[in-house]
T-cell receptor, first 116, second 112 residues
Framework: DTGVSQNPRHKITKRGQNVTFRCDPI?????LYWYRQTLGQGPEFLTY????????KSRLLSDRFSAERPKGSFSTLEIQRTEQGDSAMYLC??????????????FGDGTRLSIL | LAKTTQPISMDSYEGQEVNITCSHN???????ITWYQQFPSQGPRFIIQ???TKVTNEVASLFIPADRKSSTLSLPRVSLSDTAVYYC?????????????FGAGTRLFVKA
Protein backbone atom coordinates (compact mmCIF):
# COMPACT_ATOMS: atom_id res chain seq x y z
CA ASP A 1 0.00 0.00 0.00
CA THR A 2 1.52 3.30 -1.05
CA GLY A 3 -0.97 5.59 0.67
CA VAL A 4 -0.50 7.78 3.73
CA SER A 5 0.24 5.67 6.79
CA GLN A 6 -0.44 6.72 10.37
CA ASN A 7 0.61 5.01 13.57
CA PRO A 8 -0.71 4.08 15.98
CA ARG A 9 -4.34 3.77 14.84
CA HIS A 10 -5.57 4.08 18.38
CA LYS A 11 -4.02 5.57 21.51
CA ILE A 12 -5.51 5.56 24.98
CA THR A 13 -3.70 7.47 27.67
CA LYS A 14 -4.26 9.16 30.99
CA ARG A 15 -4.66 12.89 31.29
CA GLY A 16 -1.34 14.62 31.73
CA GLN A 17 0.69 12.10 29.74
CA ASN A 18 2.58 12.93 26.57
CA VAL A 19 1.72 11.21 23.28
CA THR A 20 3.38 11.11 19.90
CA PHE A 21 1.88 10.15 16.57
CA ARG A 22 3.69 9.31 13.37
CA CYS A 23 2.72 9.96 9.76
CA ASP A 24 4.41 8.51 6.69
CA PRO A 25 3.25 10.40 3.61
CA ILE A 26 3.15 9.20 0.03
CA UNK A 27 6.82 9.04 -0.88
CA UNK A 28 6.94 11.62 -3.66
CA UNK A 29 4.76 14.15 -1.80
CA UNK A 30 6.64 17.14 -0.44
CA UNK A 31 3.72 18.69 1.42
CA LEU A 32 2.35 17.27 4.65
CA TYR A 33 -0.61 18.41 6.73
CA TRP A 34 -2.02 17.62 10.16
CA TYR A 35 -5.70 17.94 11.05
CA ARG A 36 -7.82 17.20 14.08
CA GLN A 37 -11.36 15.85 13.81
CA THR A 38 -13.92 15.50 16.57
CA LEU A 39 -17.11 13.49 16.35
CA GLY A 40 -19.64 14.93 13.94
CA GLN A 41 -17.34 17.69 12.72
CA GLY A 42 -15.14 18.12 9.70
CA PRO A 43 -11.37 18.04 10.02
CA GLU A 44 -9.75 21.17 11.46
CA PHE A 45 -6.40 22.27 10.05
CA LEU A 46 -3.52 22.22 12.53
CA THR A 47 -0.28 22.67 10.61
CA TYR A 48 1.43 22.25 7.26
CA UNK A 49 4.96 21.39 6.10
CA UNK A 50 6.67 21.85 2.81
CA UNK A 51 9.59 19.46 2.87
CA UNK A 52 11.07 19.90 6.36
CA UNK A 53 9.87 23.47 6.86
CA UNK A 54 6.78 24.09 8.96
CA UNK A 55 5.15 26.93 7.04
CA UNK A 56 1.76 27.34 8.64
CA LYS A 57 0.28 26.75 12.08
CA SER A 58 -3.31 27.16 13.16
CA ARG A 59 -4.12 28.95 16.37
CA LEU A 60 -5.62 25.60 17.40
CA LEU A 61 -2.05 24.38 17.78
CA SER A 62 -1.38 25.39 21.37
CA ASP A 63 2.08 25.37 22.90
CA ARG A 64 1.43 21.82 24.12
CA PHE A 65 1.43 20.65 20.51
CA SER A 66 4.55 20.30 18.41
CA ALA A 67 5.03 18.86 14.97
CA GLU A 68 8.22 17.97 13.17
CA ARG A 69 9.28 16.68 9.81
CA PRO A 70 13.02 16.36 10.30
CA LYS A 71 14.11 15.04 6.93
CA GLY A 72 11.18 16.08 4.84
CA SER A 73 9.77 12.57 4.86
CA PHE A 74 7.80 11.25 7.86
CA SER A 75 6.32 13.59 10.44
CA THR A 76 5.53 13.38 14.13
CA LEU A 77 2.90 15.21 16.13
CA GLU A 78 3.47 15.37 19.88
CA ILE A 79 0.98 16.47 22.49
CA GLN A 80 2.37 17.23 25.91
CA ARG A 81 0.38 17.16 29.15
CA THR A 82 -2.71 15.83 27.43
CA GLU A 83 -6.13 17.15 28.41
CA GLN A 84 -9.62 15.71 28.03
CA GLY A 85 -10.29 18.10 25.19
CA ASP A 86 -7.47 16.58 23.17
CA SER A 87 -9.55 13.46 22.56
CA ALA A 88 -10.08 13.39 18.81
CA MET A 89 -9.01 11.77 15.57
CA TYR A 90 -5.70 13.17 14.33
CA LEU A 91 -5.42 13.02 10.57
CA CYS A 92 -2.37 13.39 8.39
CA UNK A 93 -2.47 14.22 4.68
CA UNK A 94 0.09 14.75 1.99
CA UNK A 95 0.13 16.30 -1.44
CA UNK A 96 2.45 16.96 -4.31
CA UNK A 97 3.63 20.52 -4.28
CA UNK A 98 3.23 22.41 -7.51
CA UNK A 99 3.25 26.05 -8.45
CA UNK A 100 -0.44 26.69 -7.89
CA UNK A 101 -0.47 24.79 -4.61
CA UNK A 102 -3.83 23.21 -5.18
CA UNK A 103 -3.03 19.56 -5.65
CA UNK A 104 -5.52 17.33 -3.80
CA UNK A 105 -4.55 16.06 -0.40
CA UNK A 106 -4.39 12.35 0.29
CA PHE A 107 -5.35 11.42 3.84
CA GLY A 108 -4.34 8.62 6.13
CA ASP A 109 -6.92 6.87 8.30
CA GLY A 110 -5.89 8.77 11.37
CA THR A 111 -4.90 8.12 14.96
CA ARG A 112 -7.78 8.10 17.39
CA LEU A 113 -6.72 9.55 20.74
CA SER A 114 -8.74 8.88 23.86
CA ILE A 115 -7.84 10.64 27.10
CA LEU A 116 -8.98 8.92 30.28
CA LEU B 1 -11.55 32.76 4.68
CA ALA B 2 -14.09 31.22 2.38
CA LYS B 3 -16.74 29.45 4.44
CA THR B 4 -18.88 26.71 2.96
CA THR B 5 -22.50 25.82 3.61
CA GLN B 6 -23.88 22.38 2.79
CA PRO B 7 -27.07 20.52 3.71
CA ILE B 8 -26.59 18.57 6.91
CA SER B 9 -28.02 15.36 5.48
CA MET B 10 -29.63 13.86 2.41
CA ASP B 11 -31.43 10.60 1.69
CA SER B 12 -31.47 8.74 -1.59
CA TYR B 13 -32.23 5.33 -3.05
CA GLU B 14 -29.96 3.00 -4.91
CA GLY B 15 -29.64 3.80 -8.59
CA GLN B 16 -30.63 7.44 -8.24
CA GLU B 17 -28.52 10.44 -9.12
CA VAL B 18 -27.58 12.54 -6.10
CA ASN B 19 -26.70 16.22 -6.28
CA ILE B 20 -25.14 17.94 -3.27
CA THR B 21 -24.84 21.70 -3.46
CA CYS B 22 -22.31 23.76 -1.55
CA SER B 23 -22.46 27.54 -1.10
CA HIS B 24 -19.23 29.52 -0.86
CA ASN B 25 -20.11 33.16 -1.32
CA UNK B 26 -16.71 34.48 -0.25
CA UNK B 27 -14.60 32.35 -2.56
CA UNK B 28 -11.36 34.05 -3.55
CA UNK B 29 -9.94 34.32 -7.03
CA UNK B 30 -7.22 31.73 -6.42
CA UNK B 31 -9.42 29.27 -4.53
CA UNK B 32 -10.19 25.84 -5.91
CA ILE B 33 -13.24 23.77 -4.97
CA THR B 34 -12.57 20.25 -3.77
CA TRP B 35 -14.90 17.49 -2.61
CA TYR B 36 -14.01 14.64 -0.30
CA GLN B 37 -15.84 11.53 0.88
CA GLN B 38 -15.39 10.11 4.36
CA PHE B 39 -16.50 6.79 5.85
CA PRO B 40 -16.54 6.17 9.62
CA SER B 41 -13.10 5.62 11.15
CA GLN B 42 -11.36 6.47 7.88
CA GLY B 43 -9.69 9.56 6.52
CA PRO B 44 -11.35 11.67 3.83
CA ARG B 45 -10.95 10.44 0.26
CA PHE B 46 -10.53 12.85 -2.63
CA ILE B 47 -13.43 12.76 -5.08
CA ILE B 48 -13.06 15.68 -7.47
CA GLN B 49 -11.65 19.18 -7.80
CA UNK B 50 -12.45 22.10 -10.04
CA UNK B 51 -12.00 25.81 -10.56
CA UNK B 52 -14.83 26.72 -12.92
CA THR B 53 -17.41 25.24 -15.30
CA LYS B 54 -17.70 21.46 -15.24
CA VAL B 55 -15.32 18.71 -14.27
CA THR B 56 -16.05 15.01 -14.66
CA ASN B 57 -14.12 11.94 -13.61
CA GLU B 58 -14.92 8.26 -13.29
CA VAL B 59 -16.93 8.66 -10.08
CA ALA B 60 -18.53 12.11 -10.09
CA SER B 61 -19.15 15.41 -11.82
CA LEU B 62 -18.64 18.87 -10.40
CA PHE B 63 -20.67 21.79 -11.69
CA ILE B 64 -19.46 25.32 -10.95
CA PRO B 65 -21.43 28.36 -12.19
CA ALA B 66 -19.72 31.38 -13.63
CA ASP B 67 -19.82 33.38 -10.37
CA ARG B 68 -18.25 30.42 -8.49
CA LYS B 69 -20.32 31.19 -5.39
CA SER B 70 -21.63 27.66 -5.29
CA SER B 71 -20.83 24.22 -6.63
CA THR B 72 -22.73 20.98 -7.06
CA LEU B 73 -21.33 17.51 -6.68
CA SER B 74 -23.23 15.00 -8.79
CA LEU B 75 -23.02 11.28 -8.02
CA PRO B 76 -24.59 9.15 -10.77
CA ARG B 77 -26.51 6.01 -9.83
CA VAL B 78 -25.55 5.78 -6.16
CA SER B 79 -25.23 2.48 -4.35
CA LEU B 80 -25.42 1.54 -0.68
CA SER B 81 -21.65 1.90 -0.43
CA ASP B 82 -21.93 5.60 -1.24
CA THR B 83 -23.42 6.20 2.21
CA ALA B 84 -20.85 8.55 3.71
CA VAL B 85 -20.13 12.14 4.67
CA TYR B 86 -19.28 14.45 1.78
CA TYR B 87 -17.22 17.58 2.37
CA CYS B 88 -16.95 20.61 0.16
CA UNK B 89 -13.72 22.58 0.55
CA UNK B 90 -12.78 25.93 -0.82
CA UNK B 91 -9.26 27.23 -0.71
CA UNK B 92 -5.84 25.75 -0.87
CA UNK B 93 -2.39 27.13 -0.85
CA UNK B 94 -2.11 30.52 -2.39
CA UNK B 95 -0.27 33.73 -1.79
CA UNK B 96 -2.05 34.14 1.52
CA UNK B 97 -0.77 30.86 2.84
CA UNK B 98 -2.63 27.66 3.50
CA UNK B 99 -6.30 28.39 3.93
CA UNK B 100 -8.60 25.43 3.57
CA UNK B 101 -11.58 24.87 5.81
CA PHE B 102 -13.71 21.76 6.07
CA GLY B 103 -17.33 22.39 7.00
CA ALA B 104 -19.49 19.89 8.86
CA GLY B 105 -20.21 18.02 5.64
CA THR B 106 -23.34 16.39 4.20
CA ARG B 107 -24.34 12.98 5.48
CA LEU B 108 -25.70 11.00 2.57
CA PHE B 109 -27.85 7.95 3.36
CA VAL B 110 -28.47 5.60 0.45
CA LYS B 111 -31.33 3.19 0.97
CA ALA B 112 -32.10 -0.05 -0.82
Amino acid sequence: DTGVSQNPRHKITKRGQNVTFRCDPISEHNRLYWYRQTLGQGPEFLTYFQNEAQLEKSRLLSDRFSAERPKGSFSTLEIQRTEQGDSAMYLCASSLGTGDGNQPQHFGDGTRLSIL
Amino acid sequence: LAKTTQPISMDSYEGQEVNITCSHNNIATNDYITWYQQFPSQGPRFIIQGYKTKVTNEVASLFIPADRKSSTLSLPRVSLSDTAVYYCLVGGLNTGGFKTIFGAGTRLFVKA
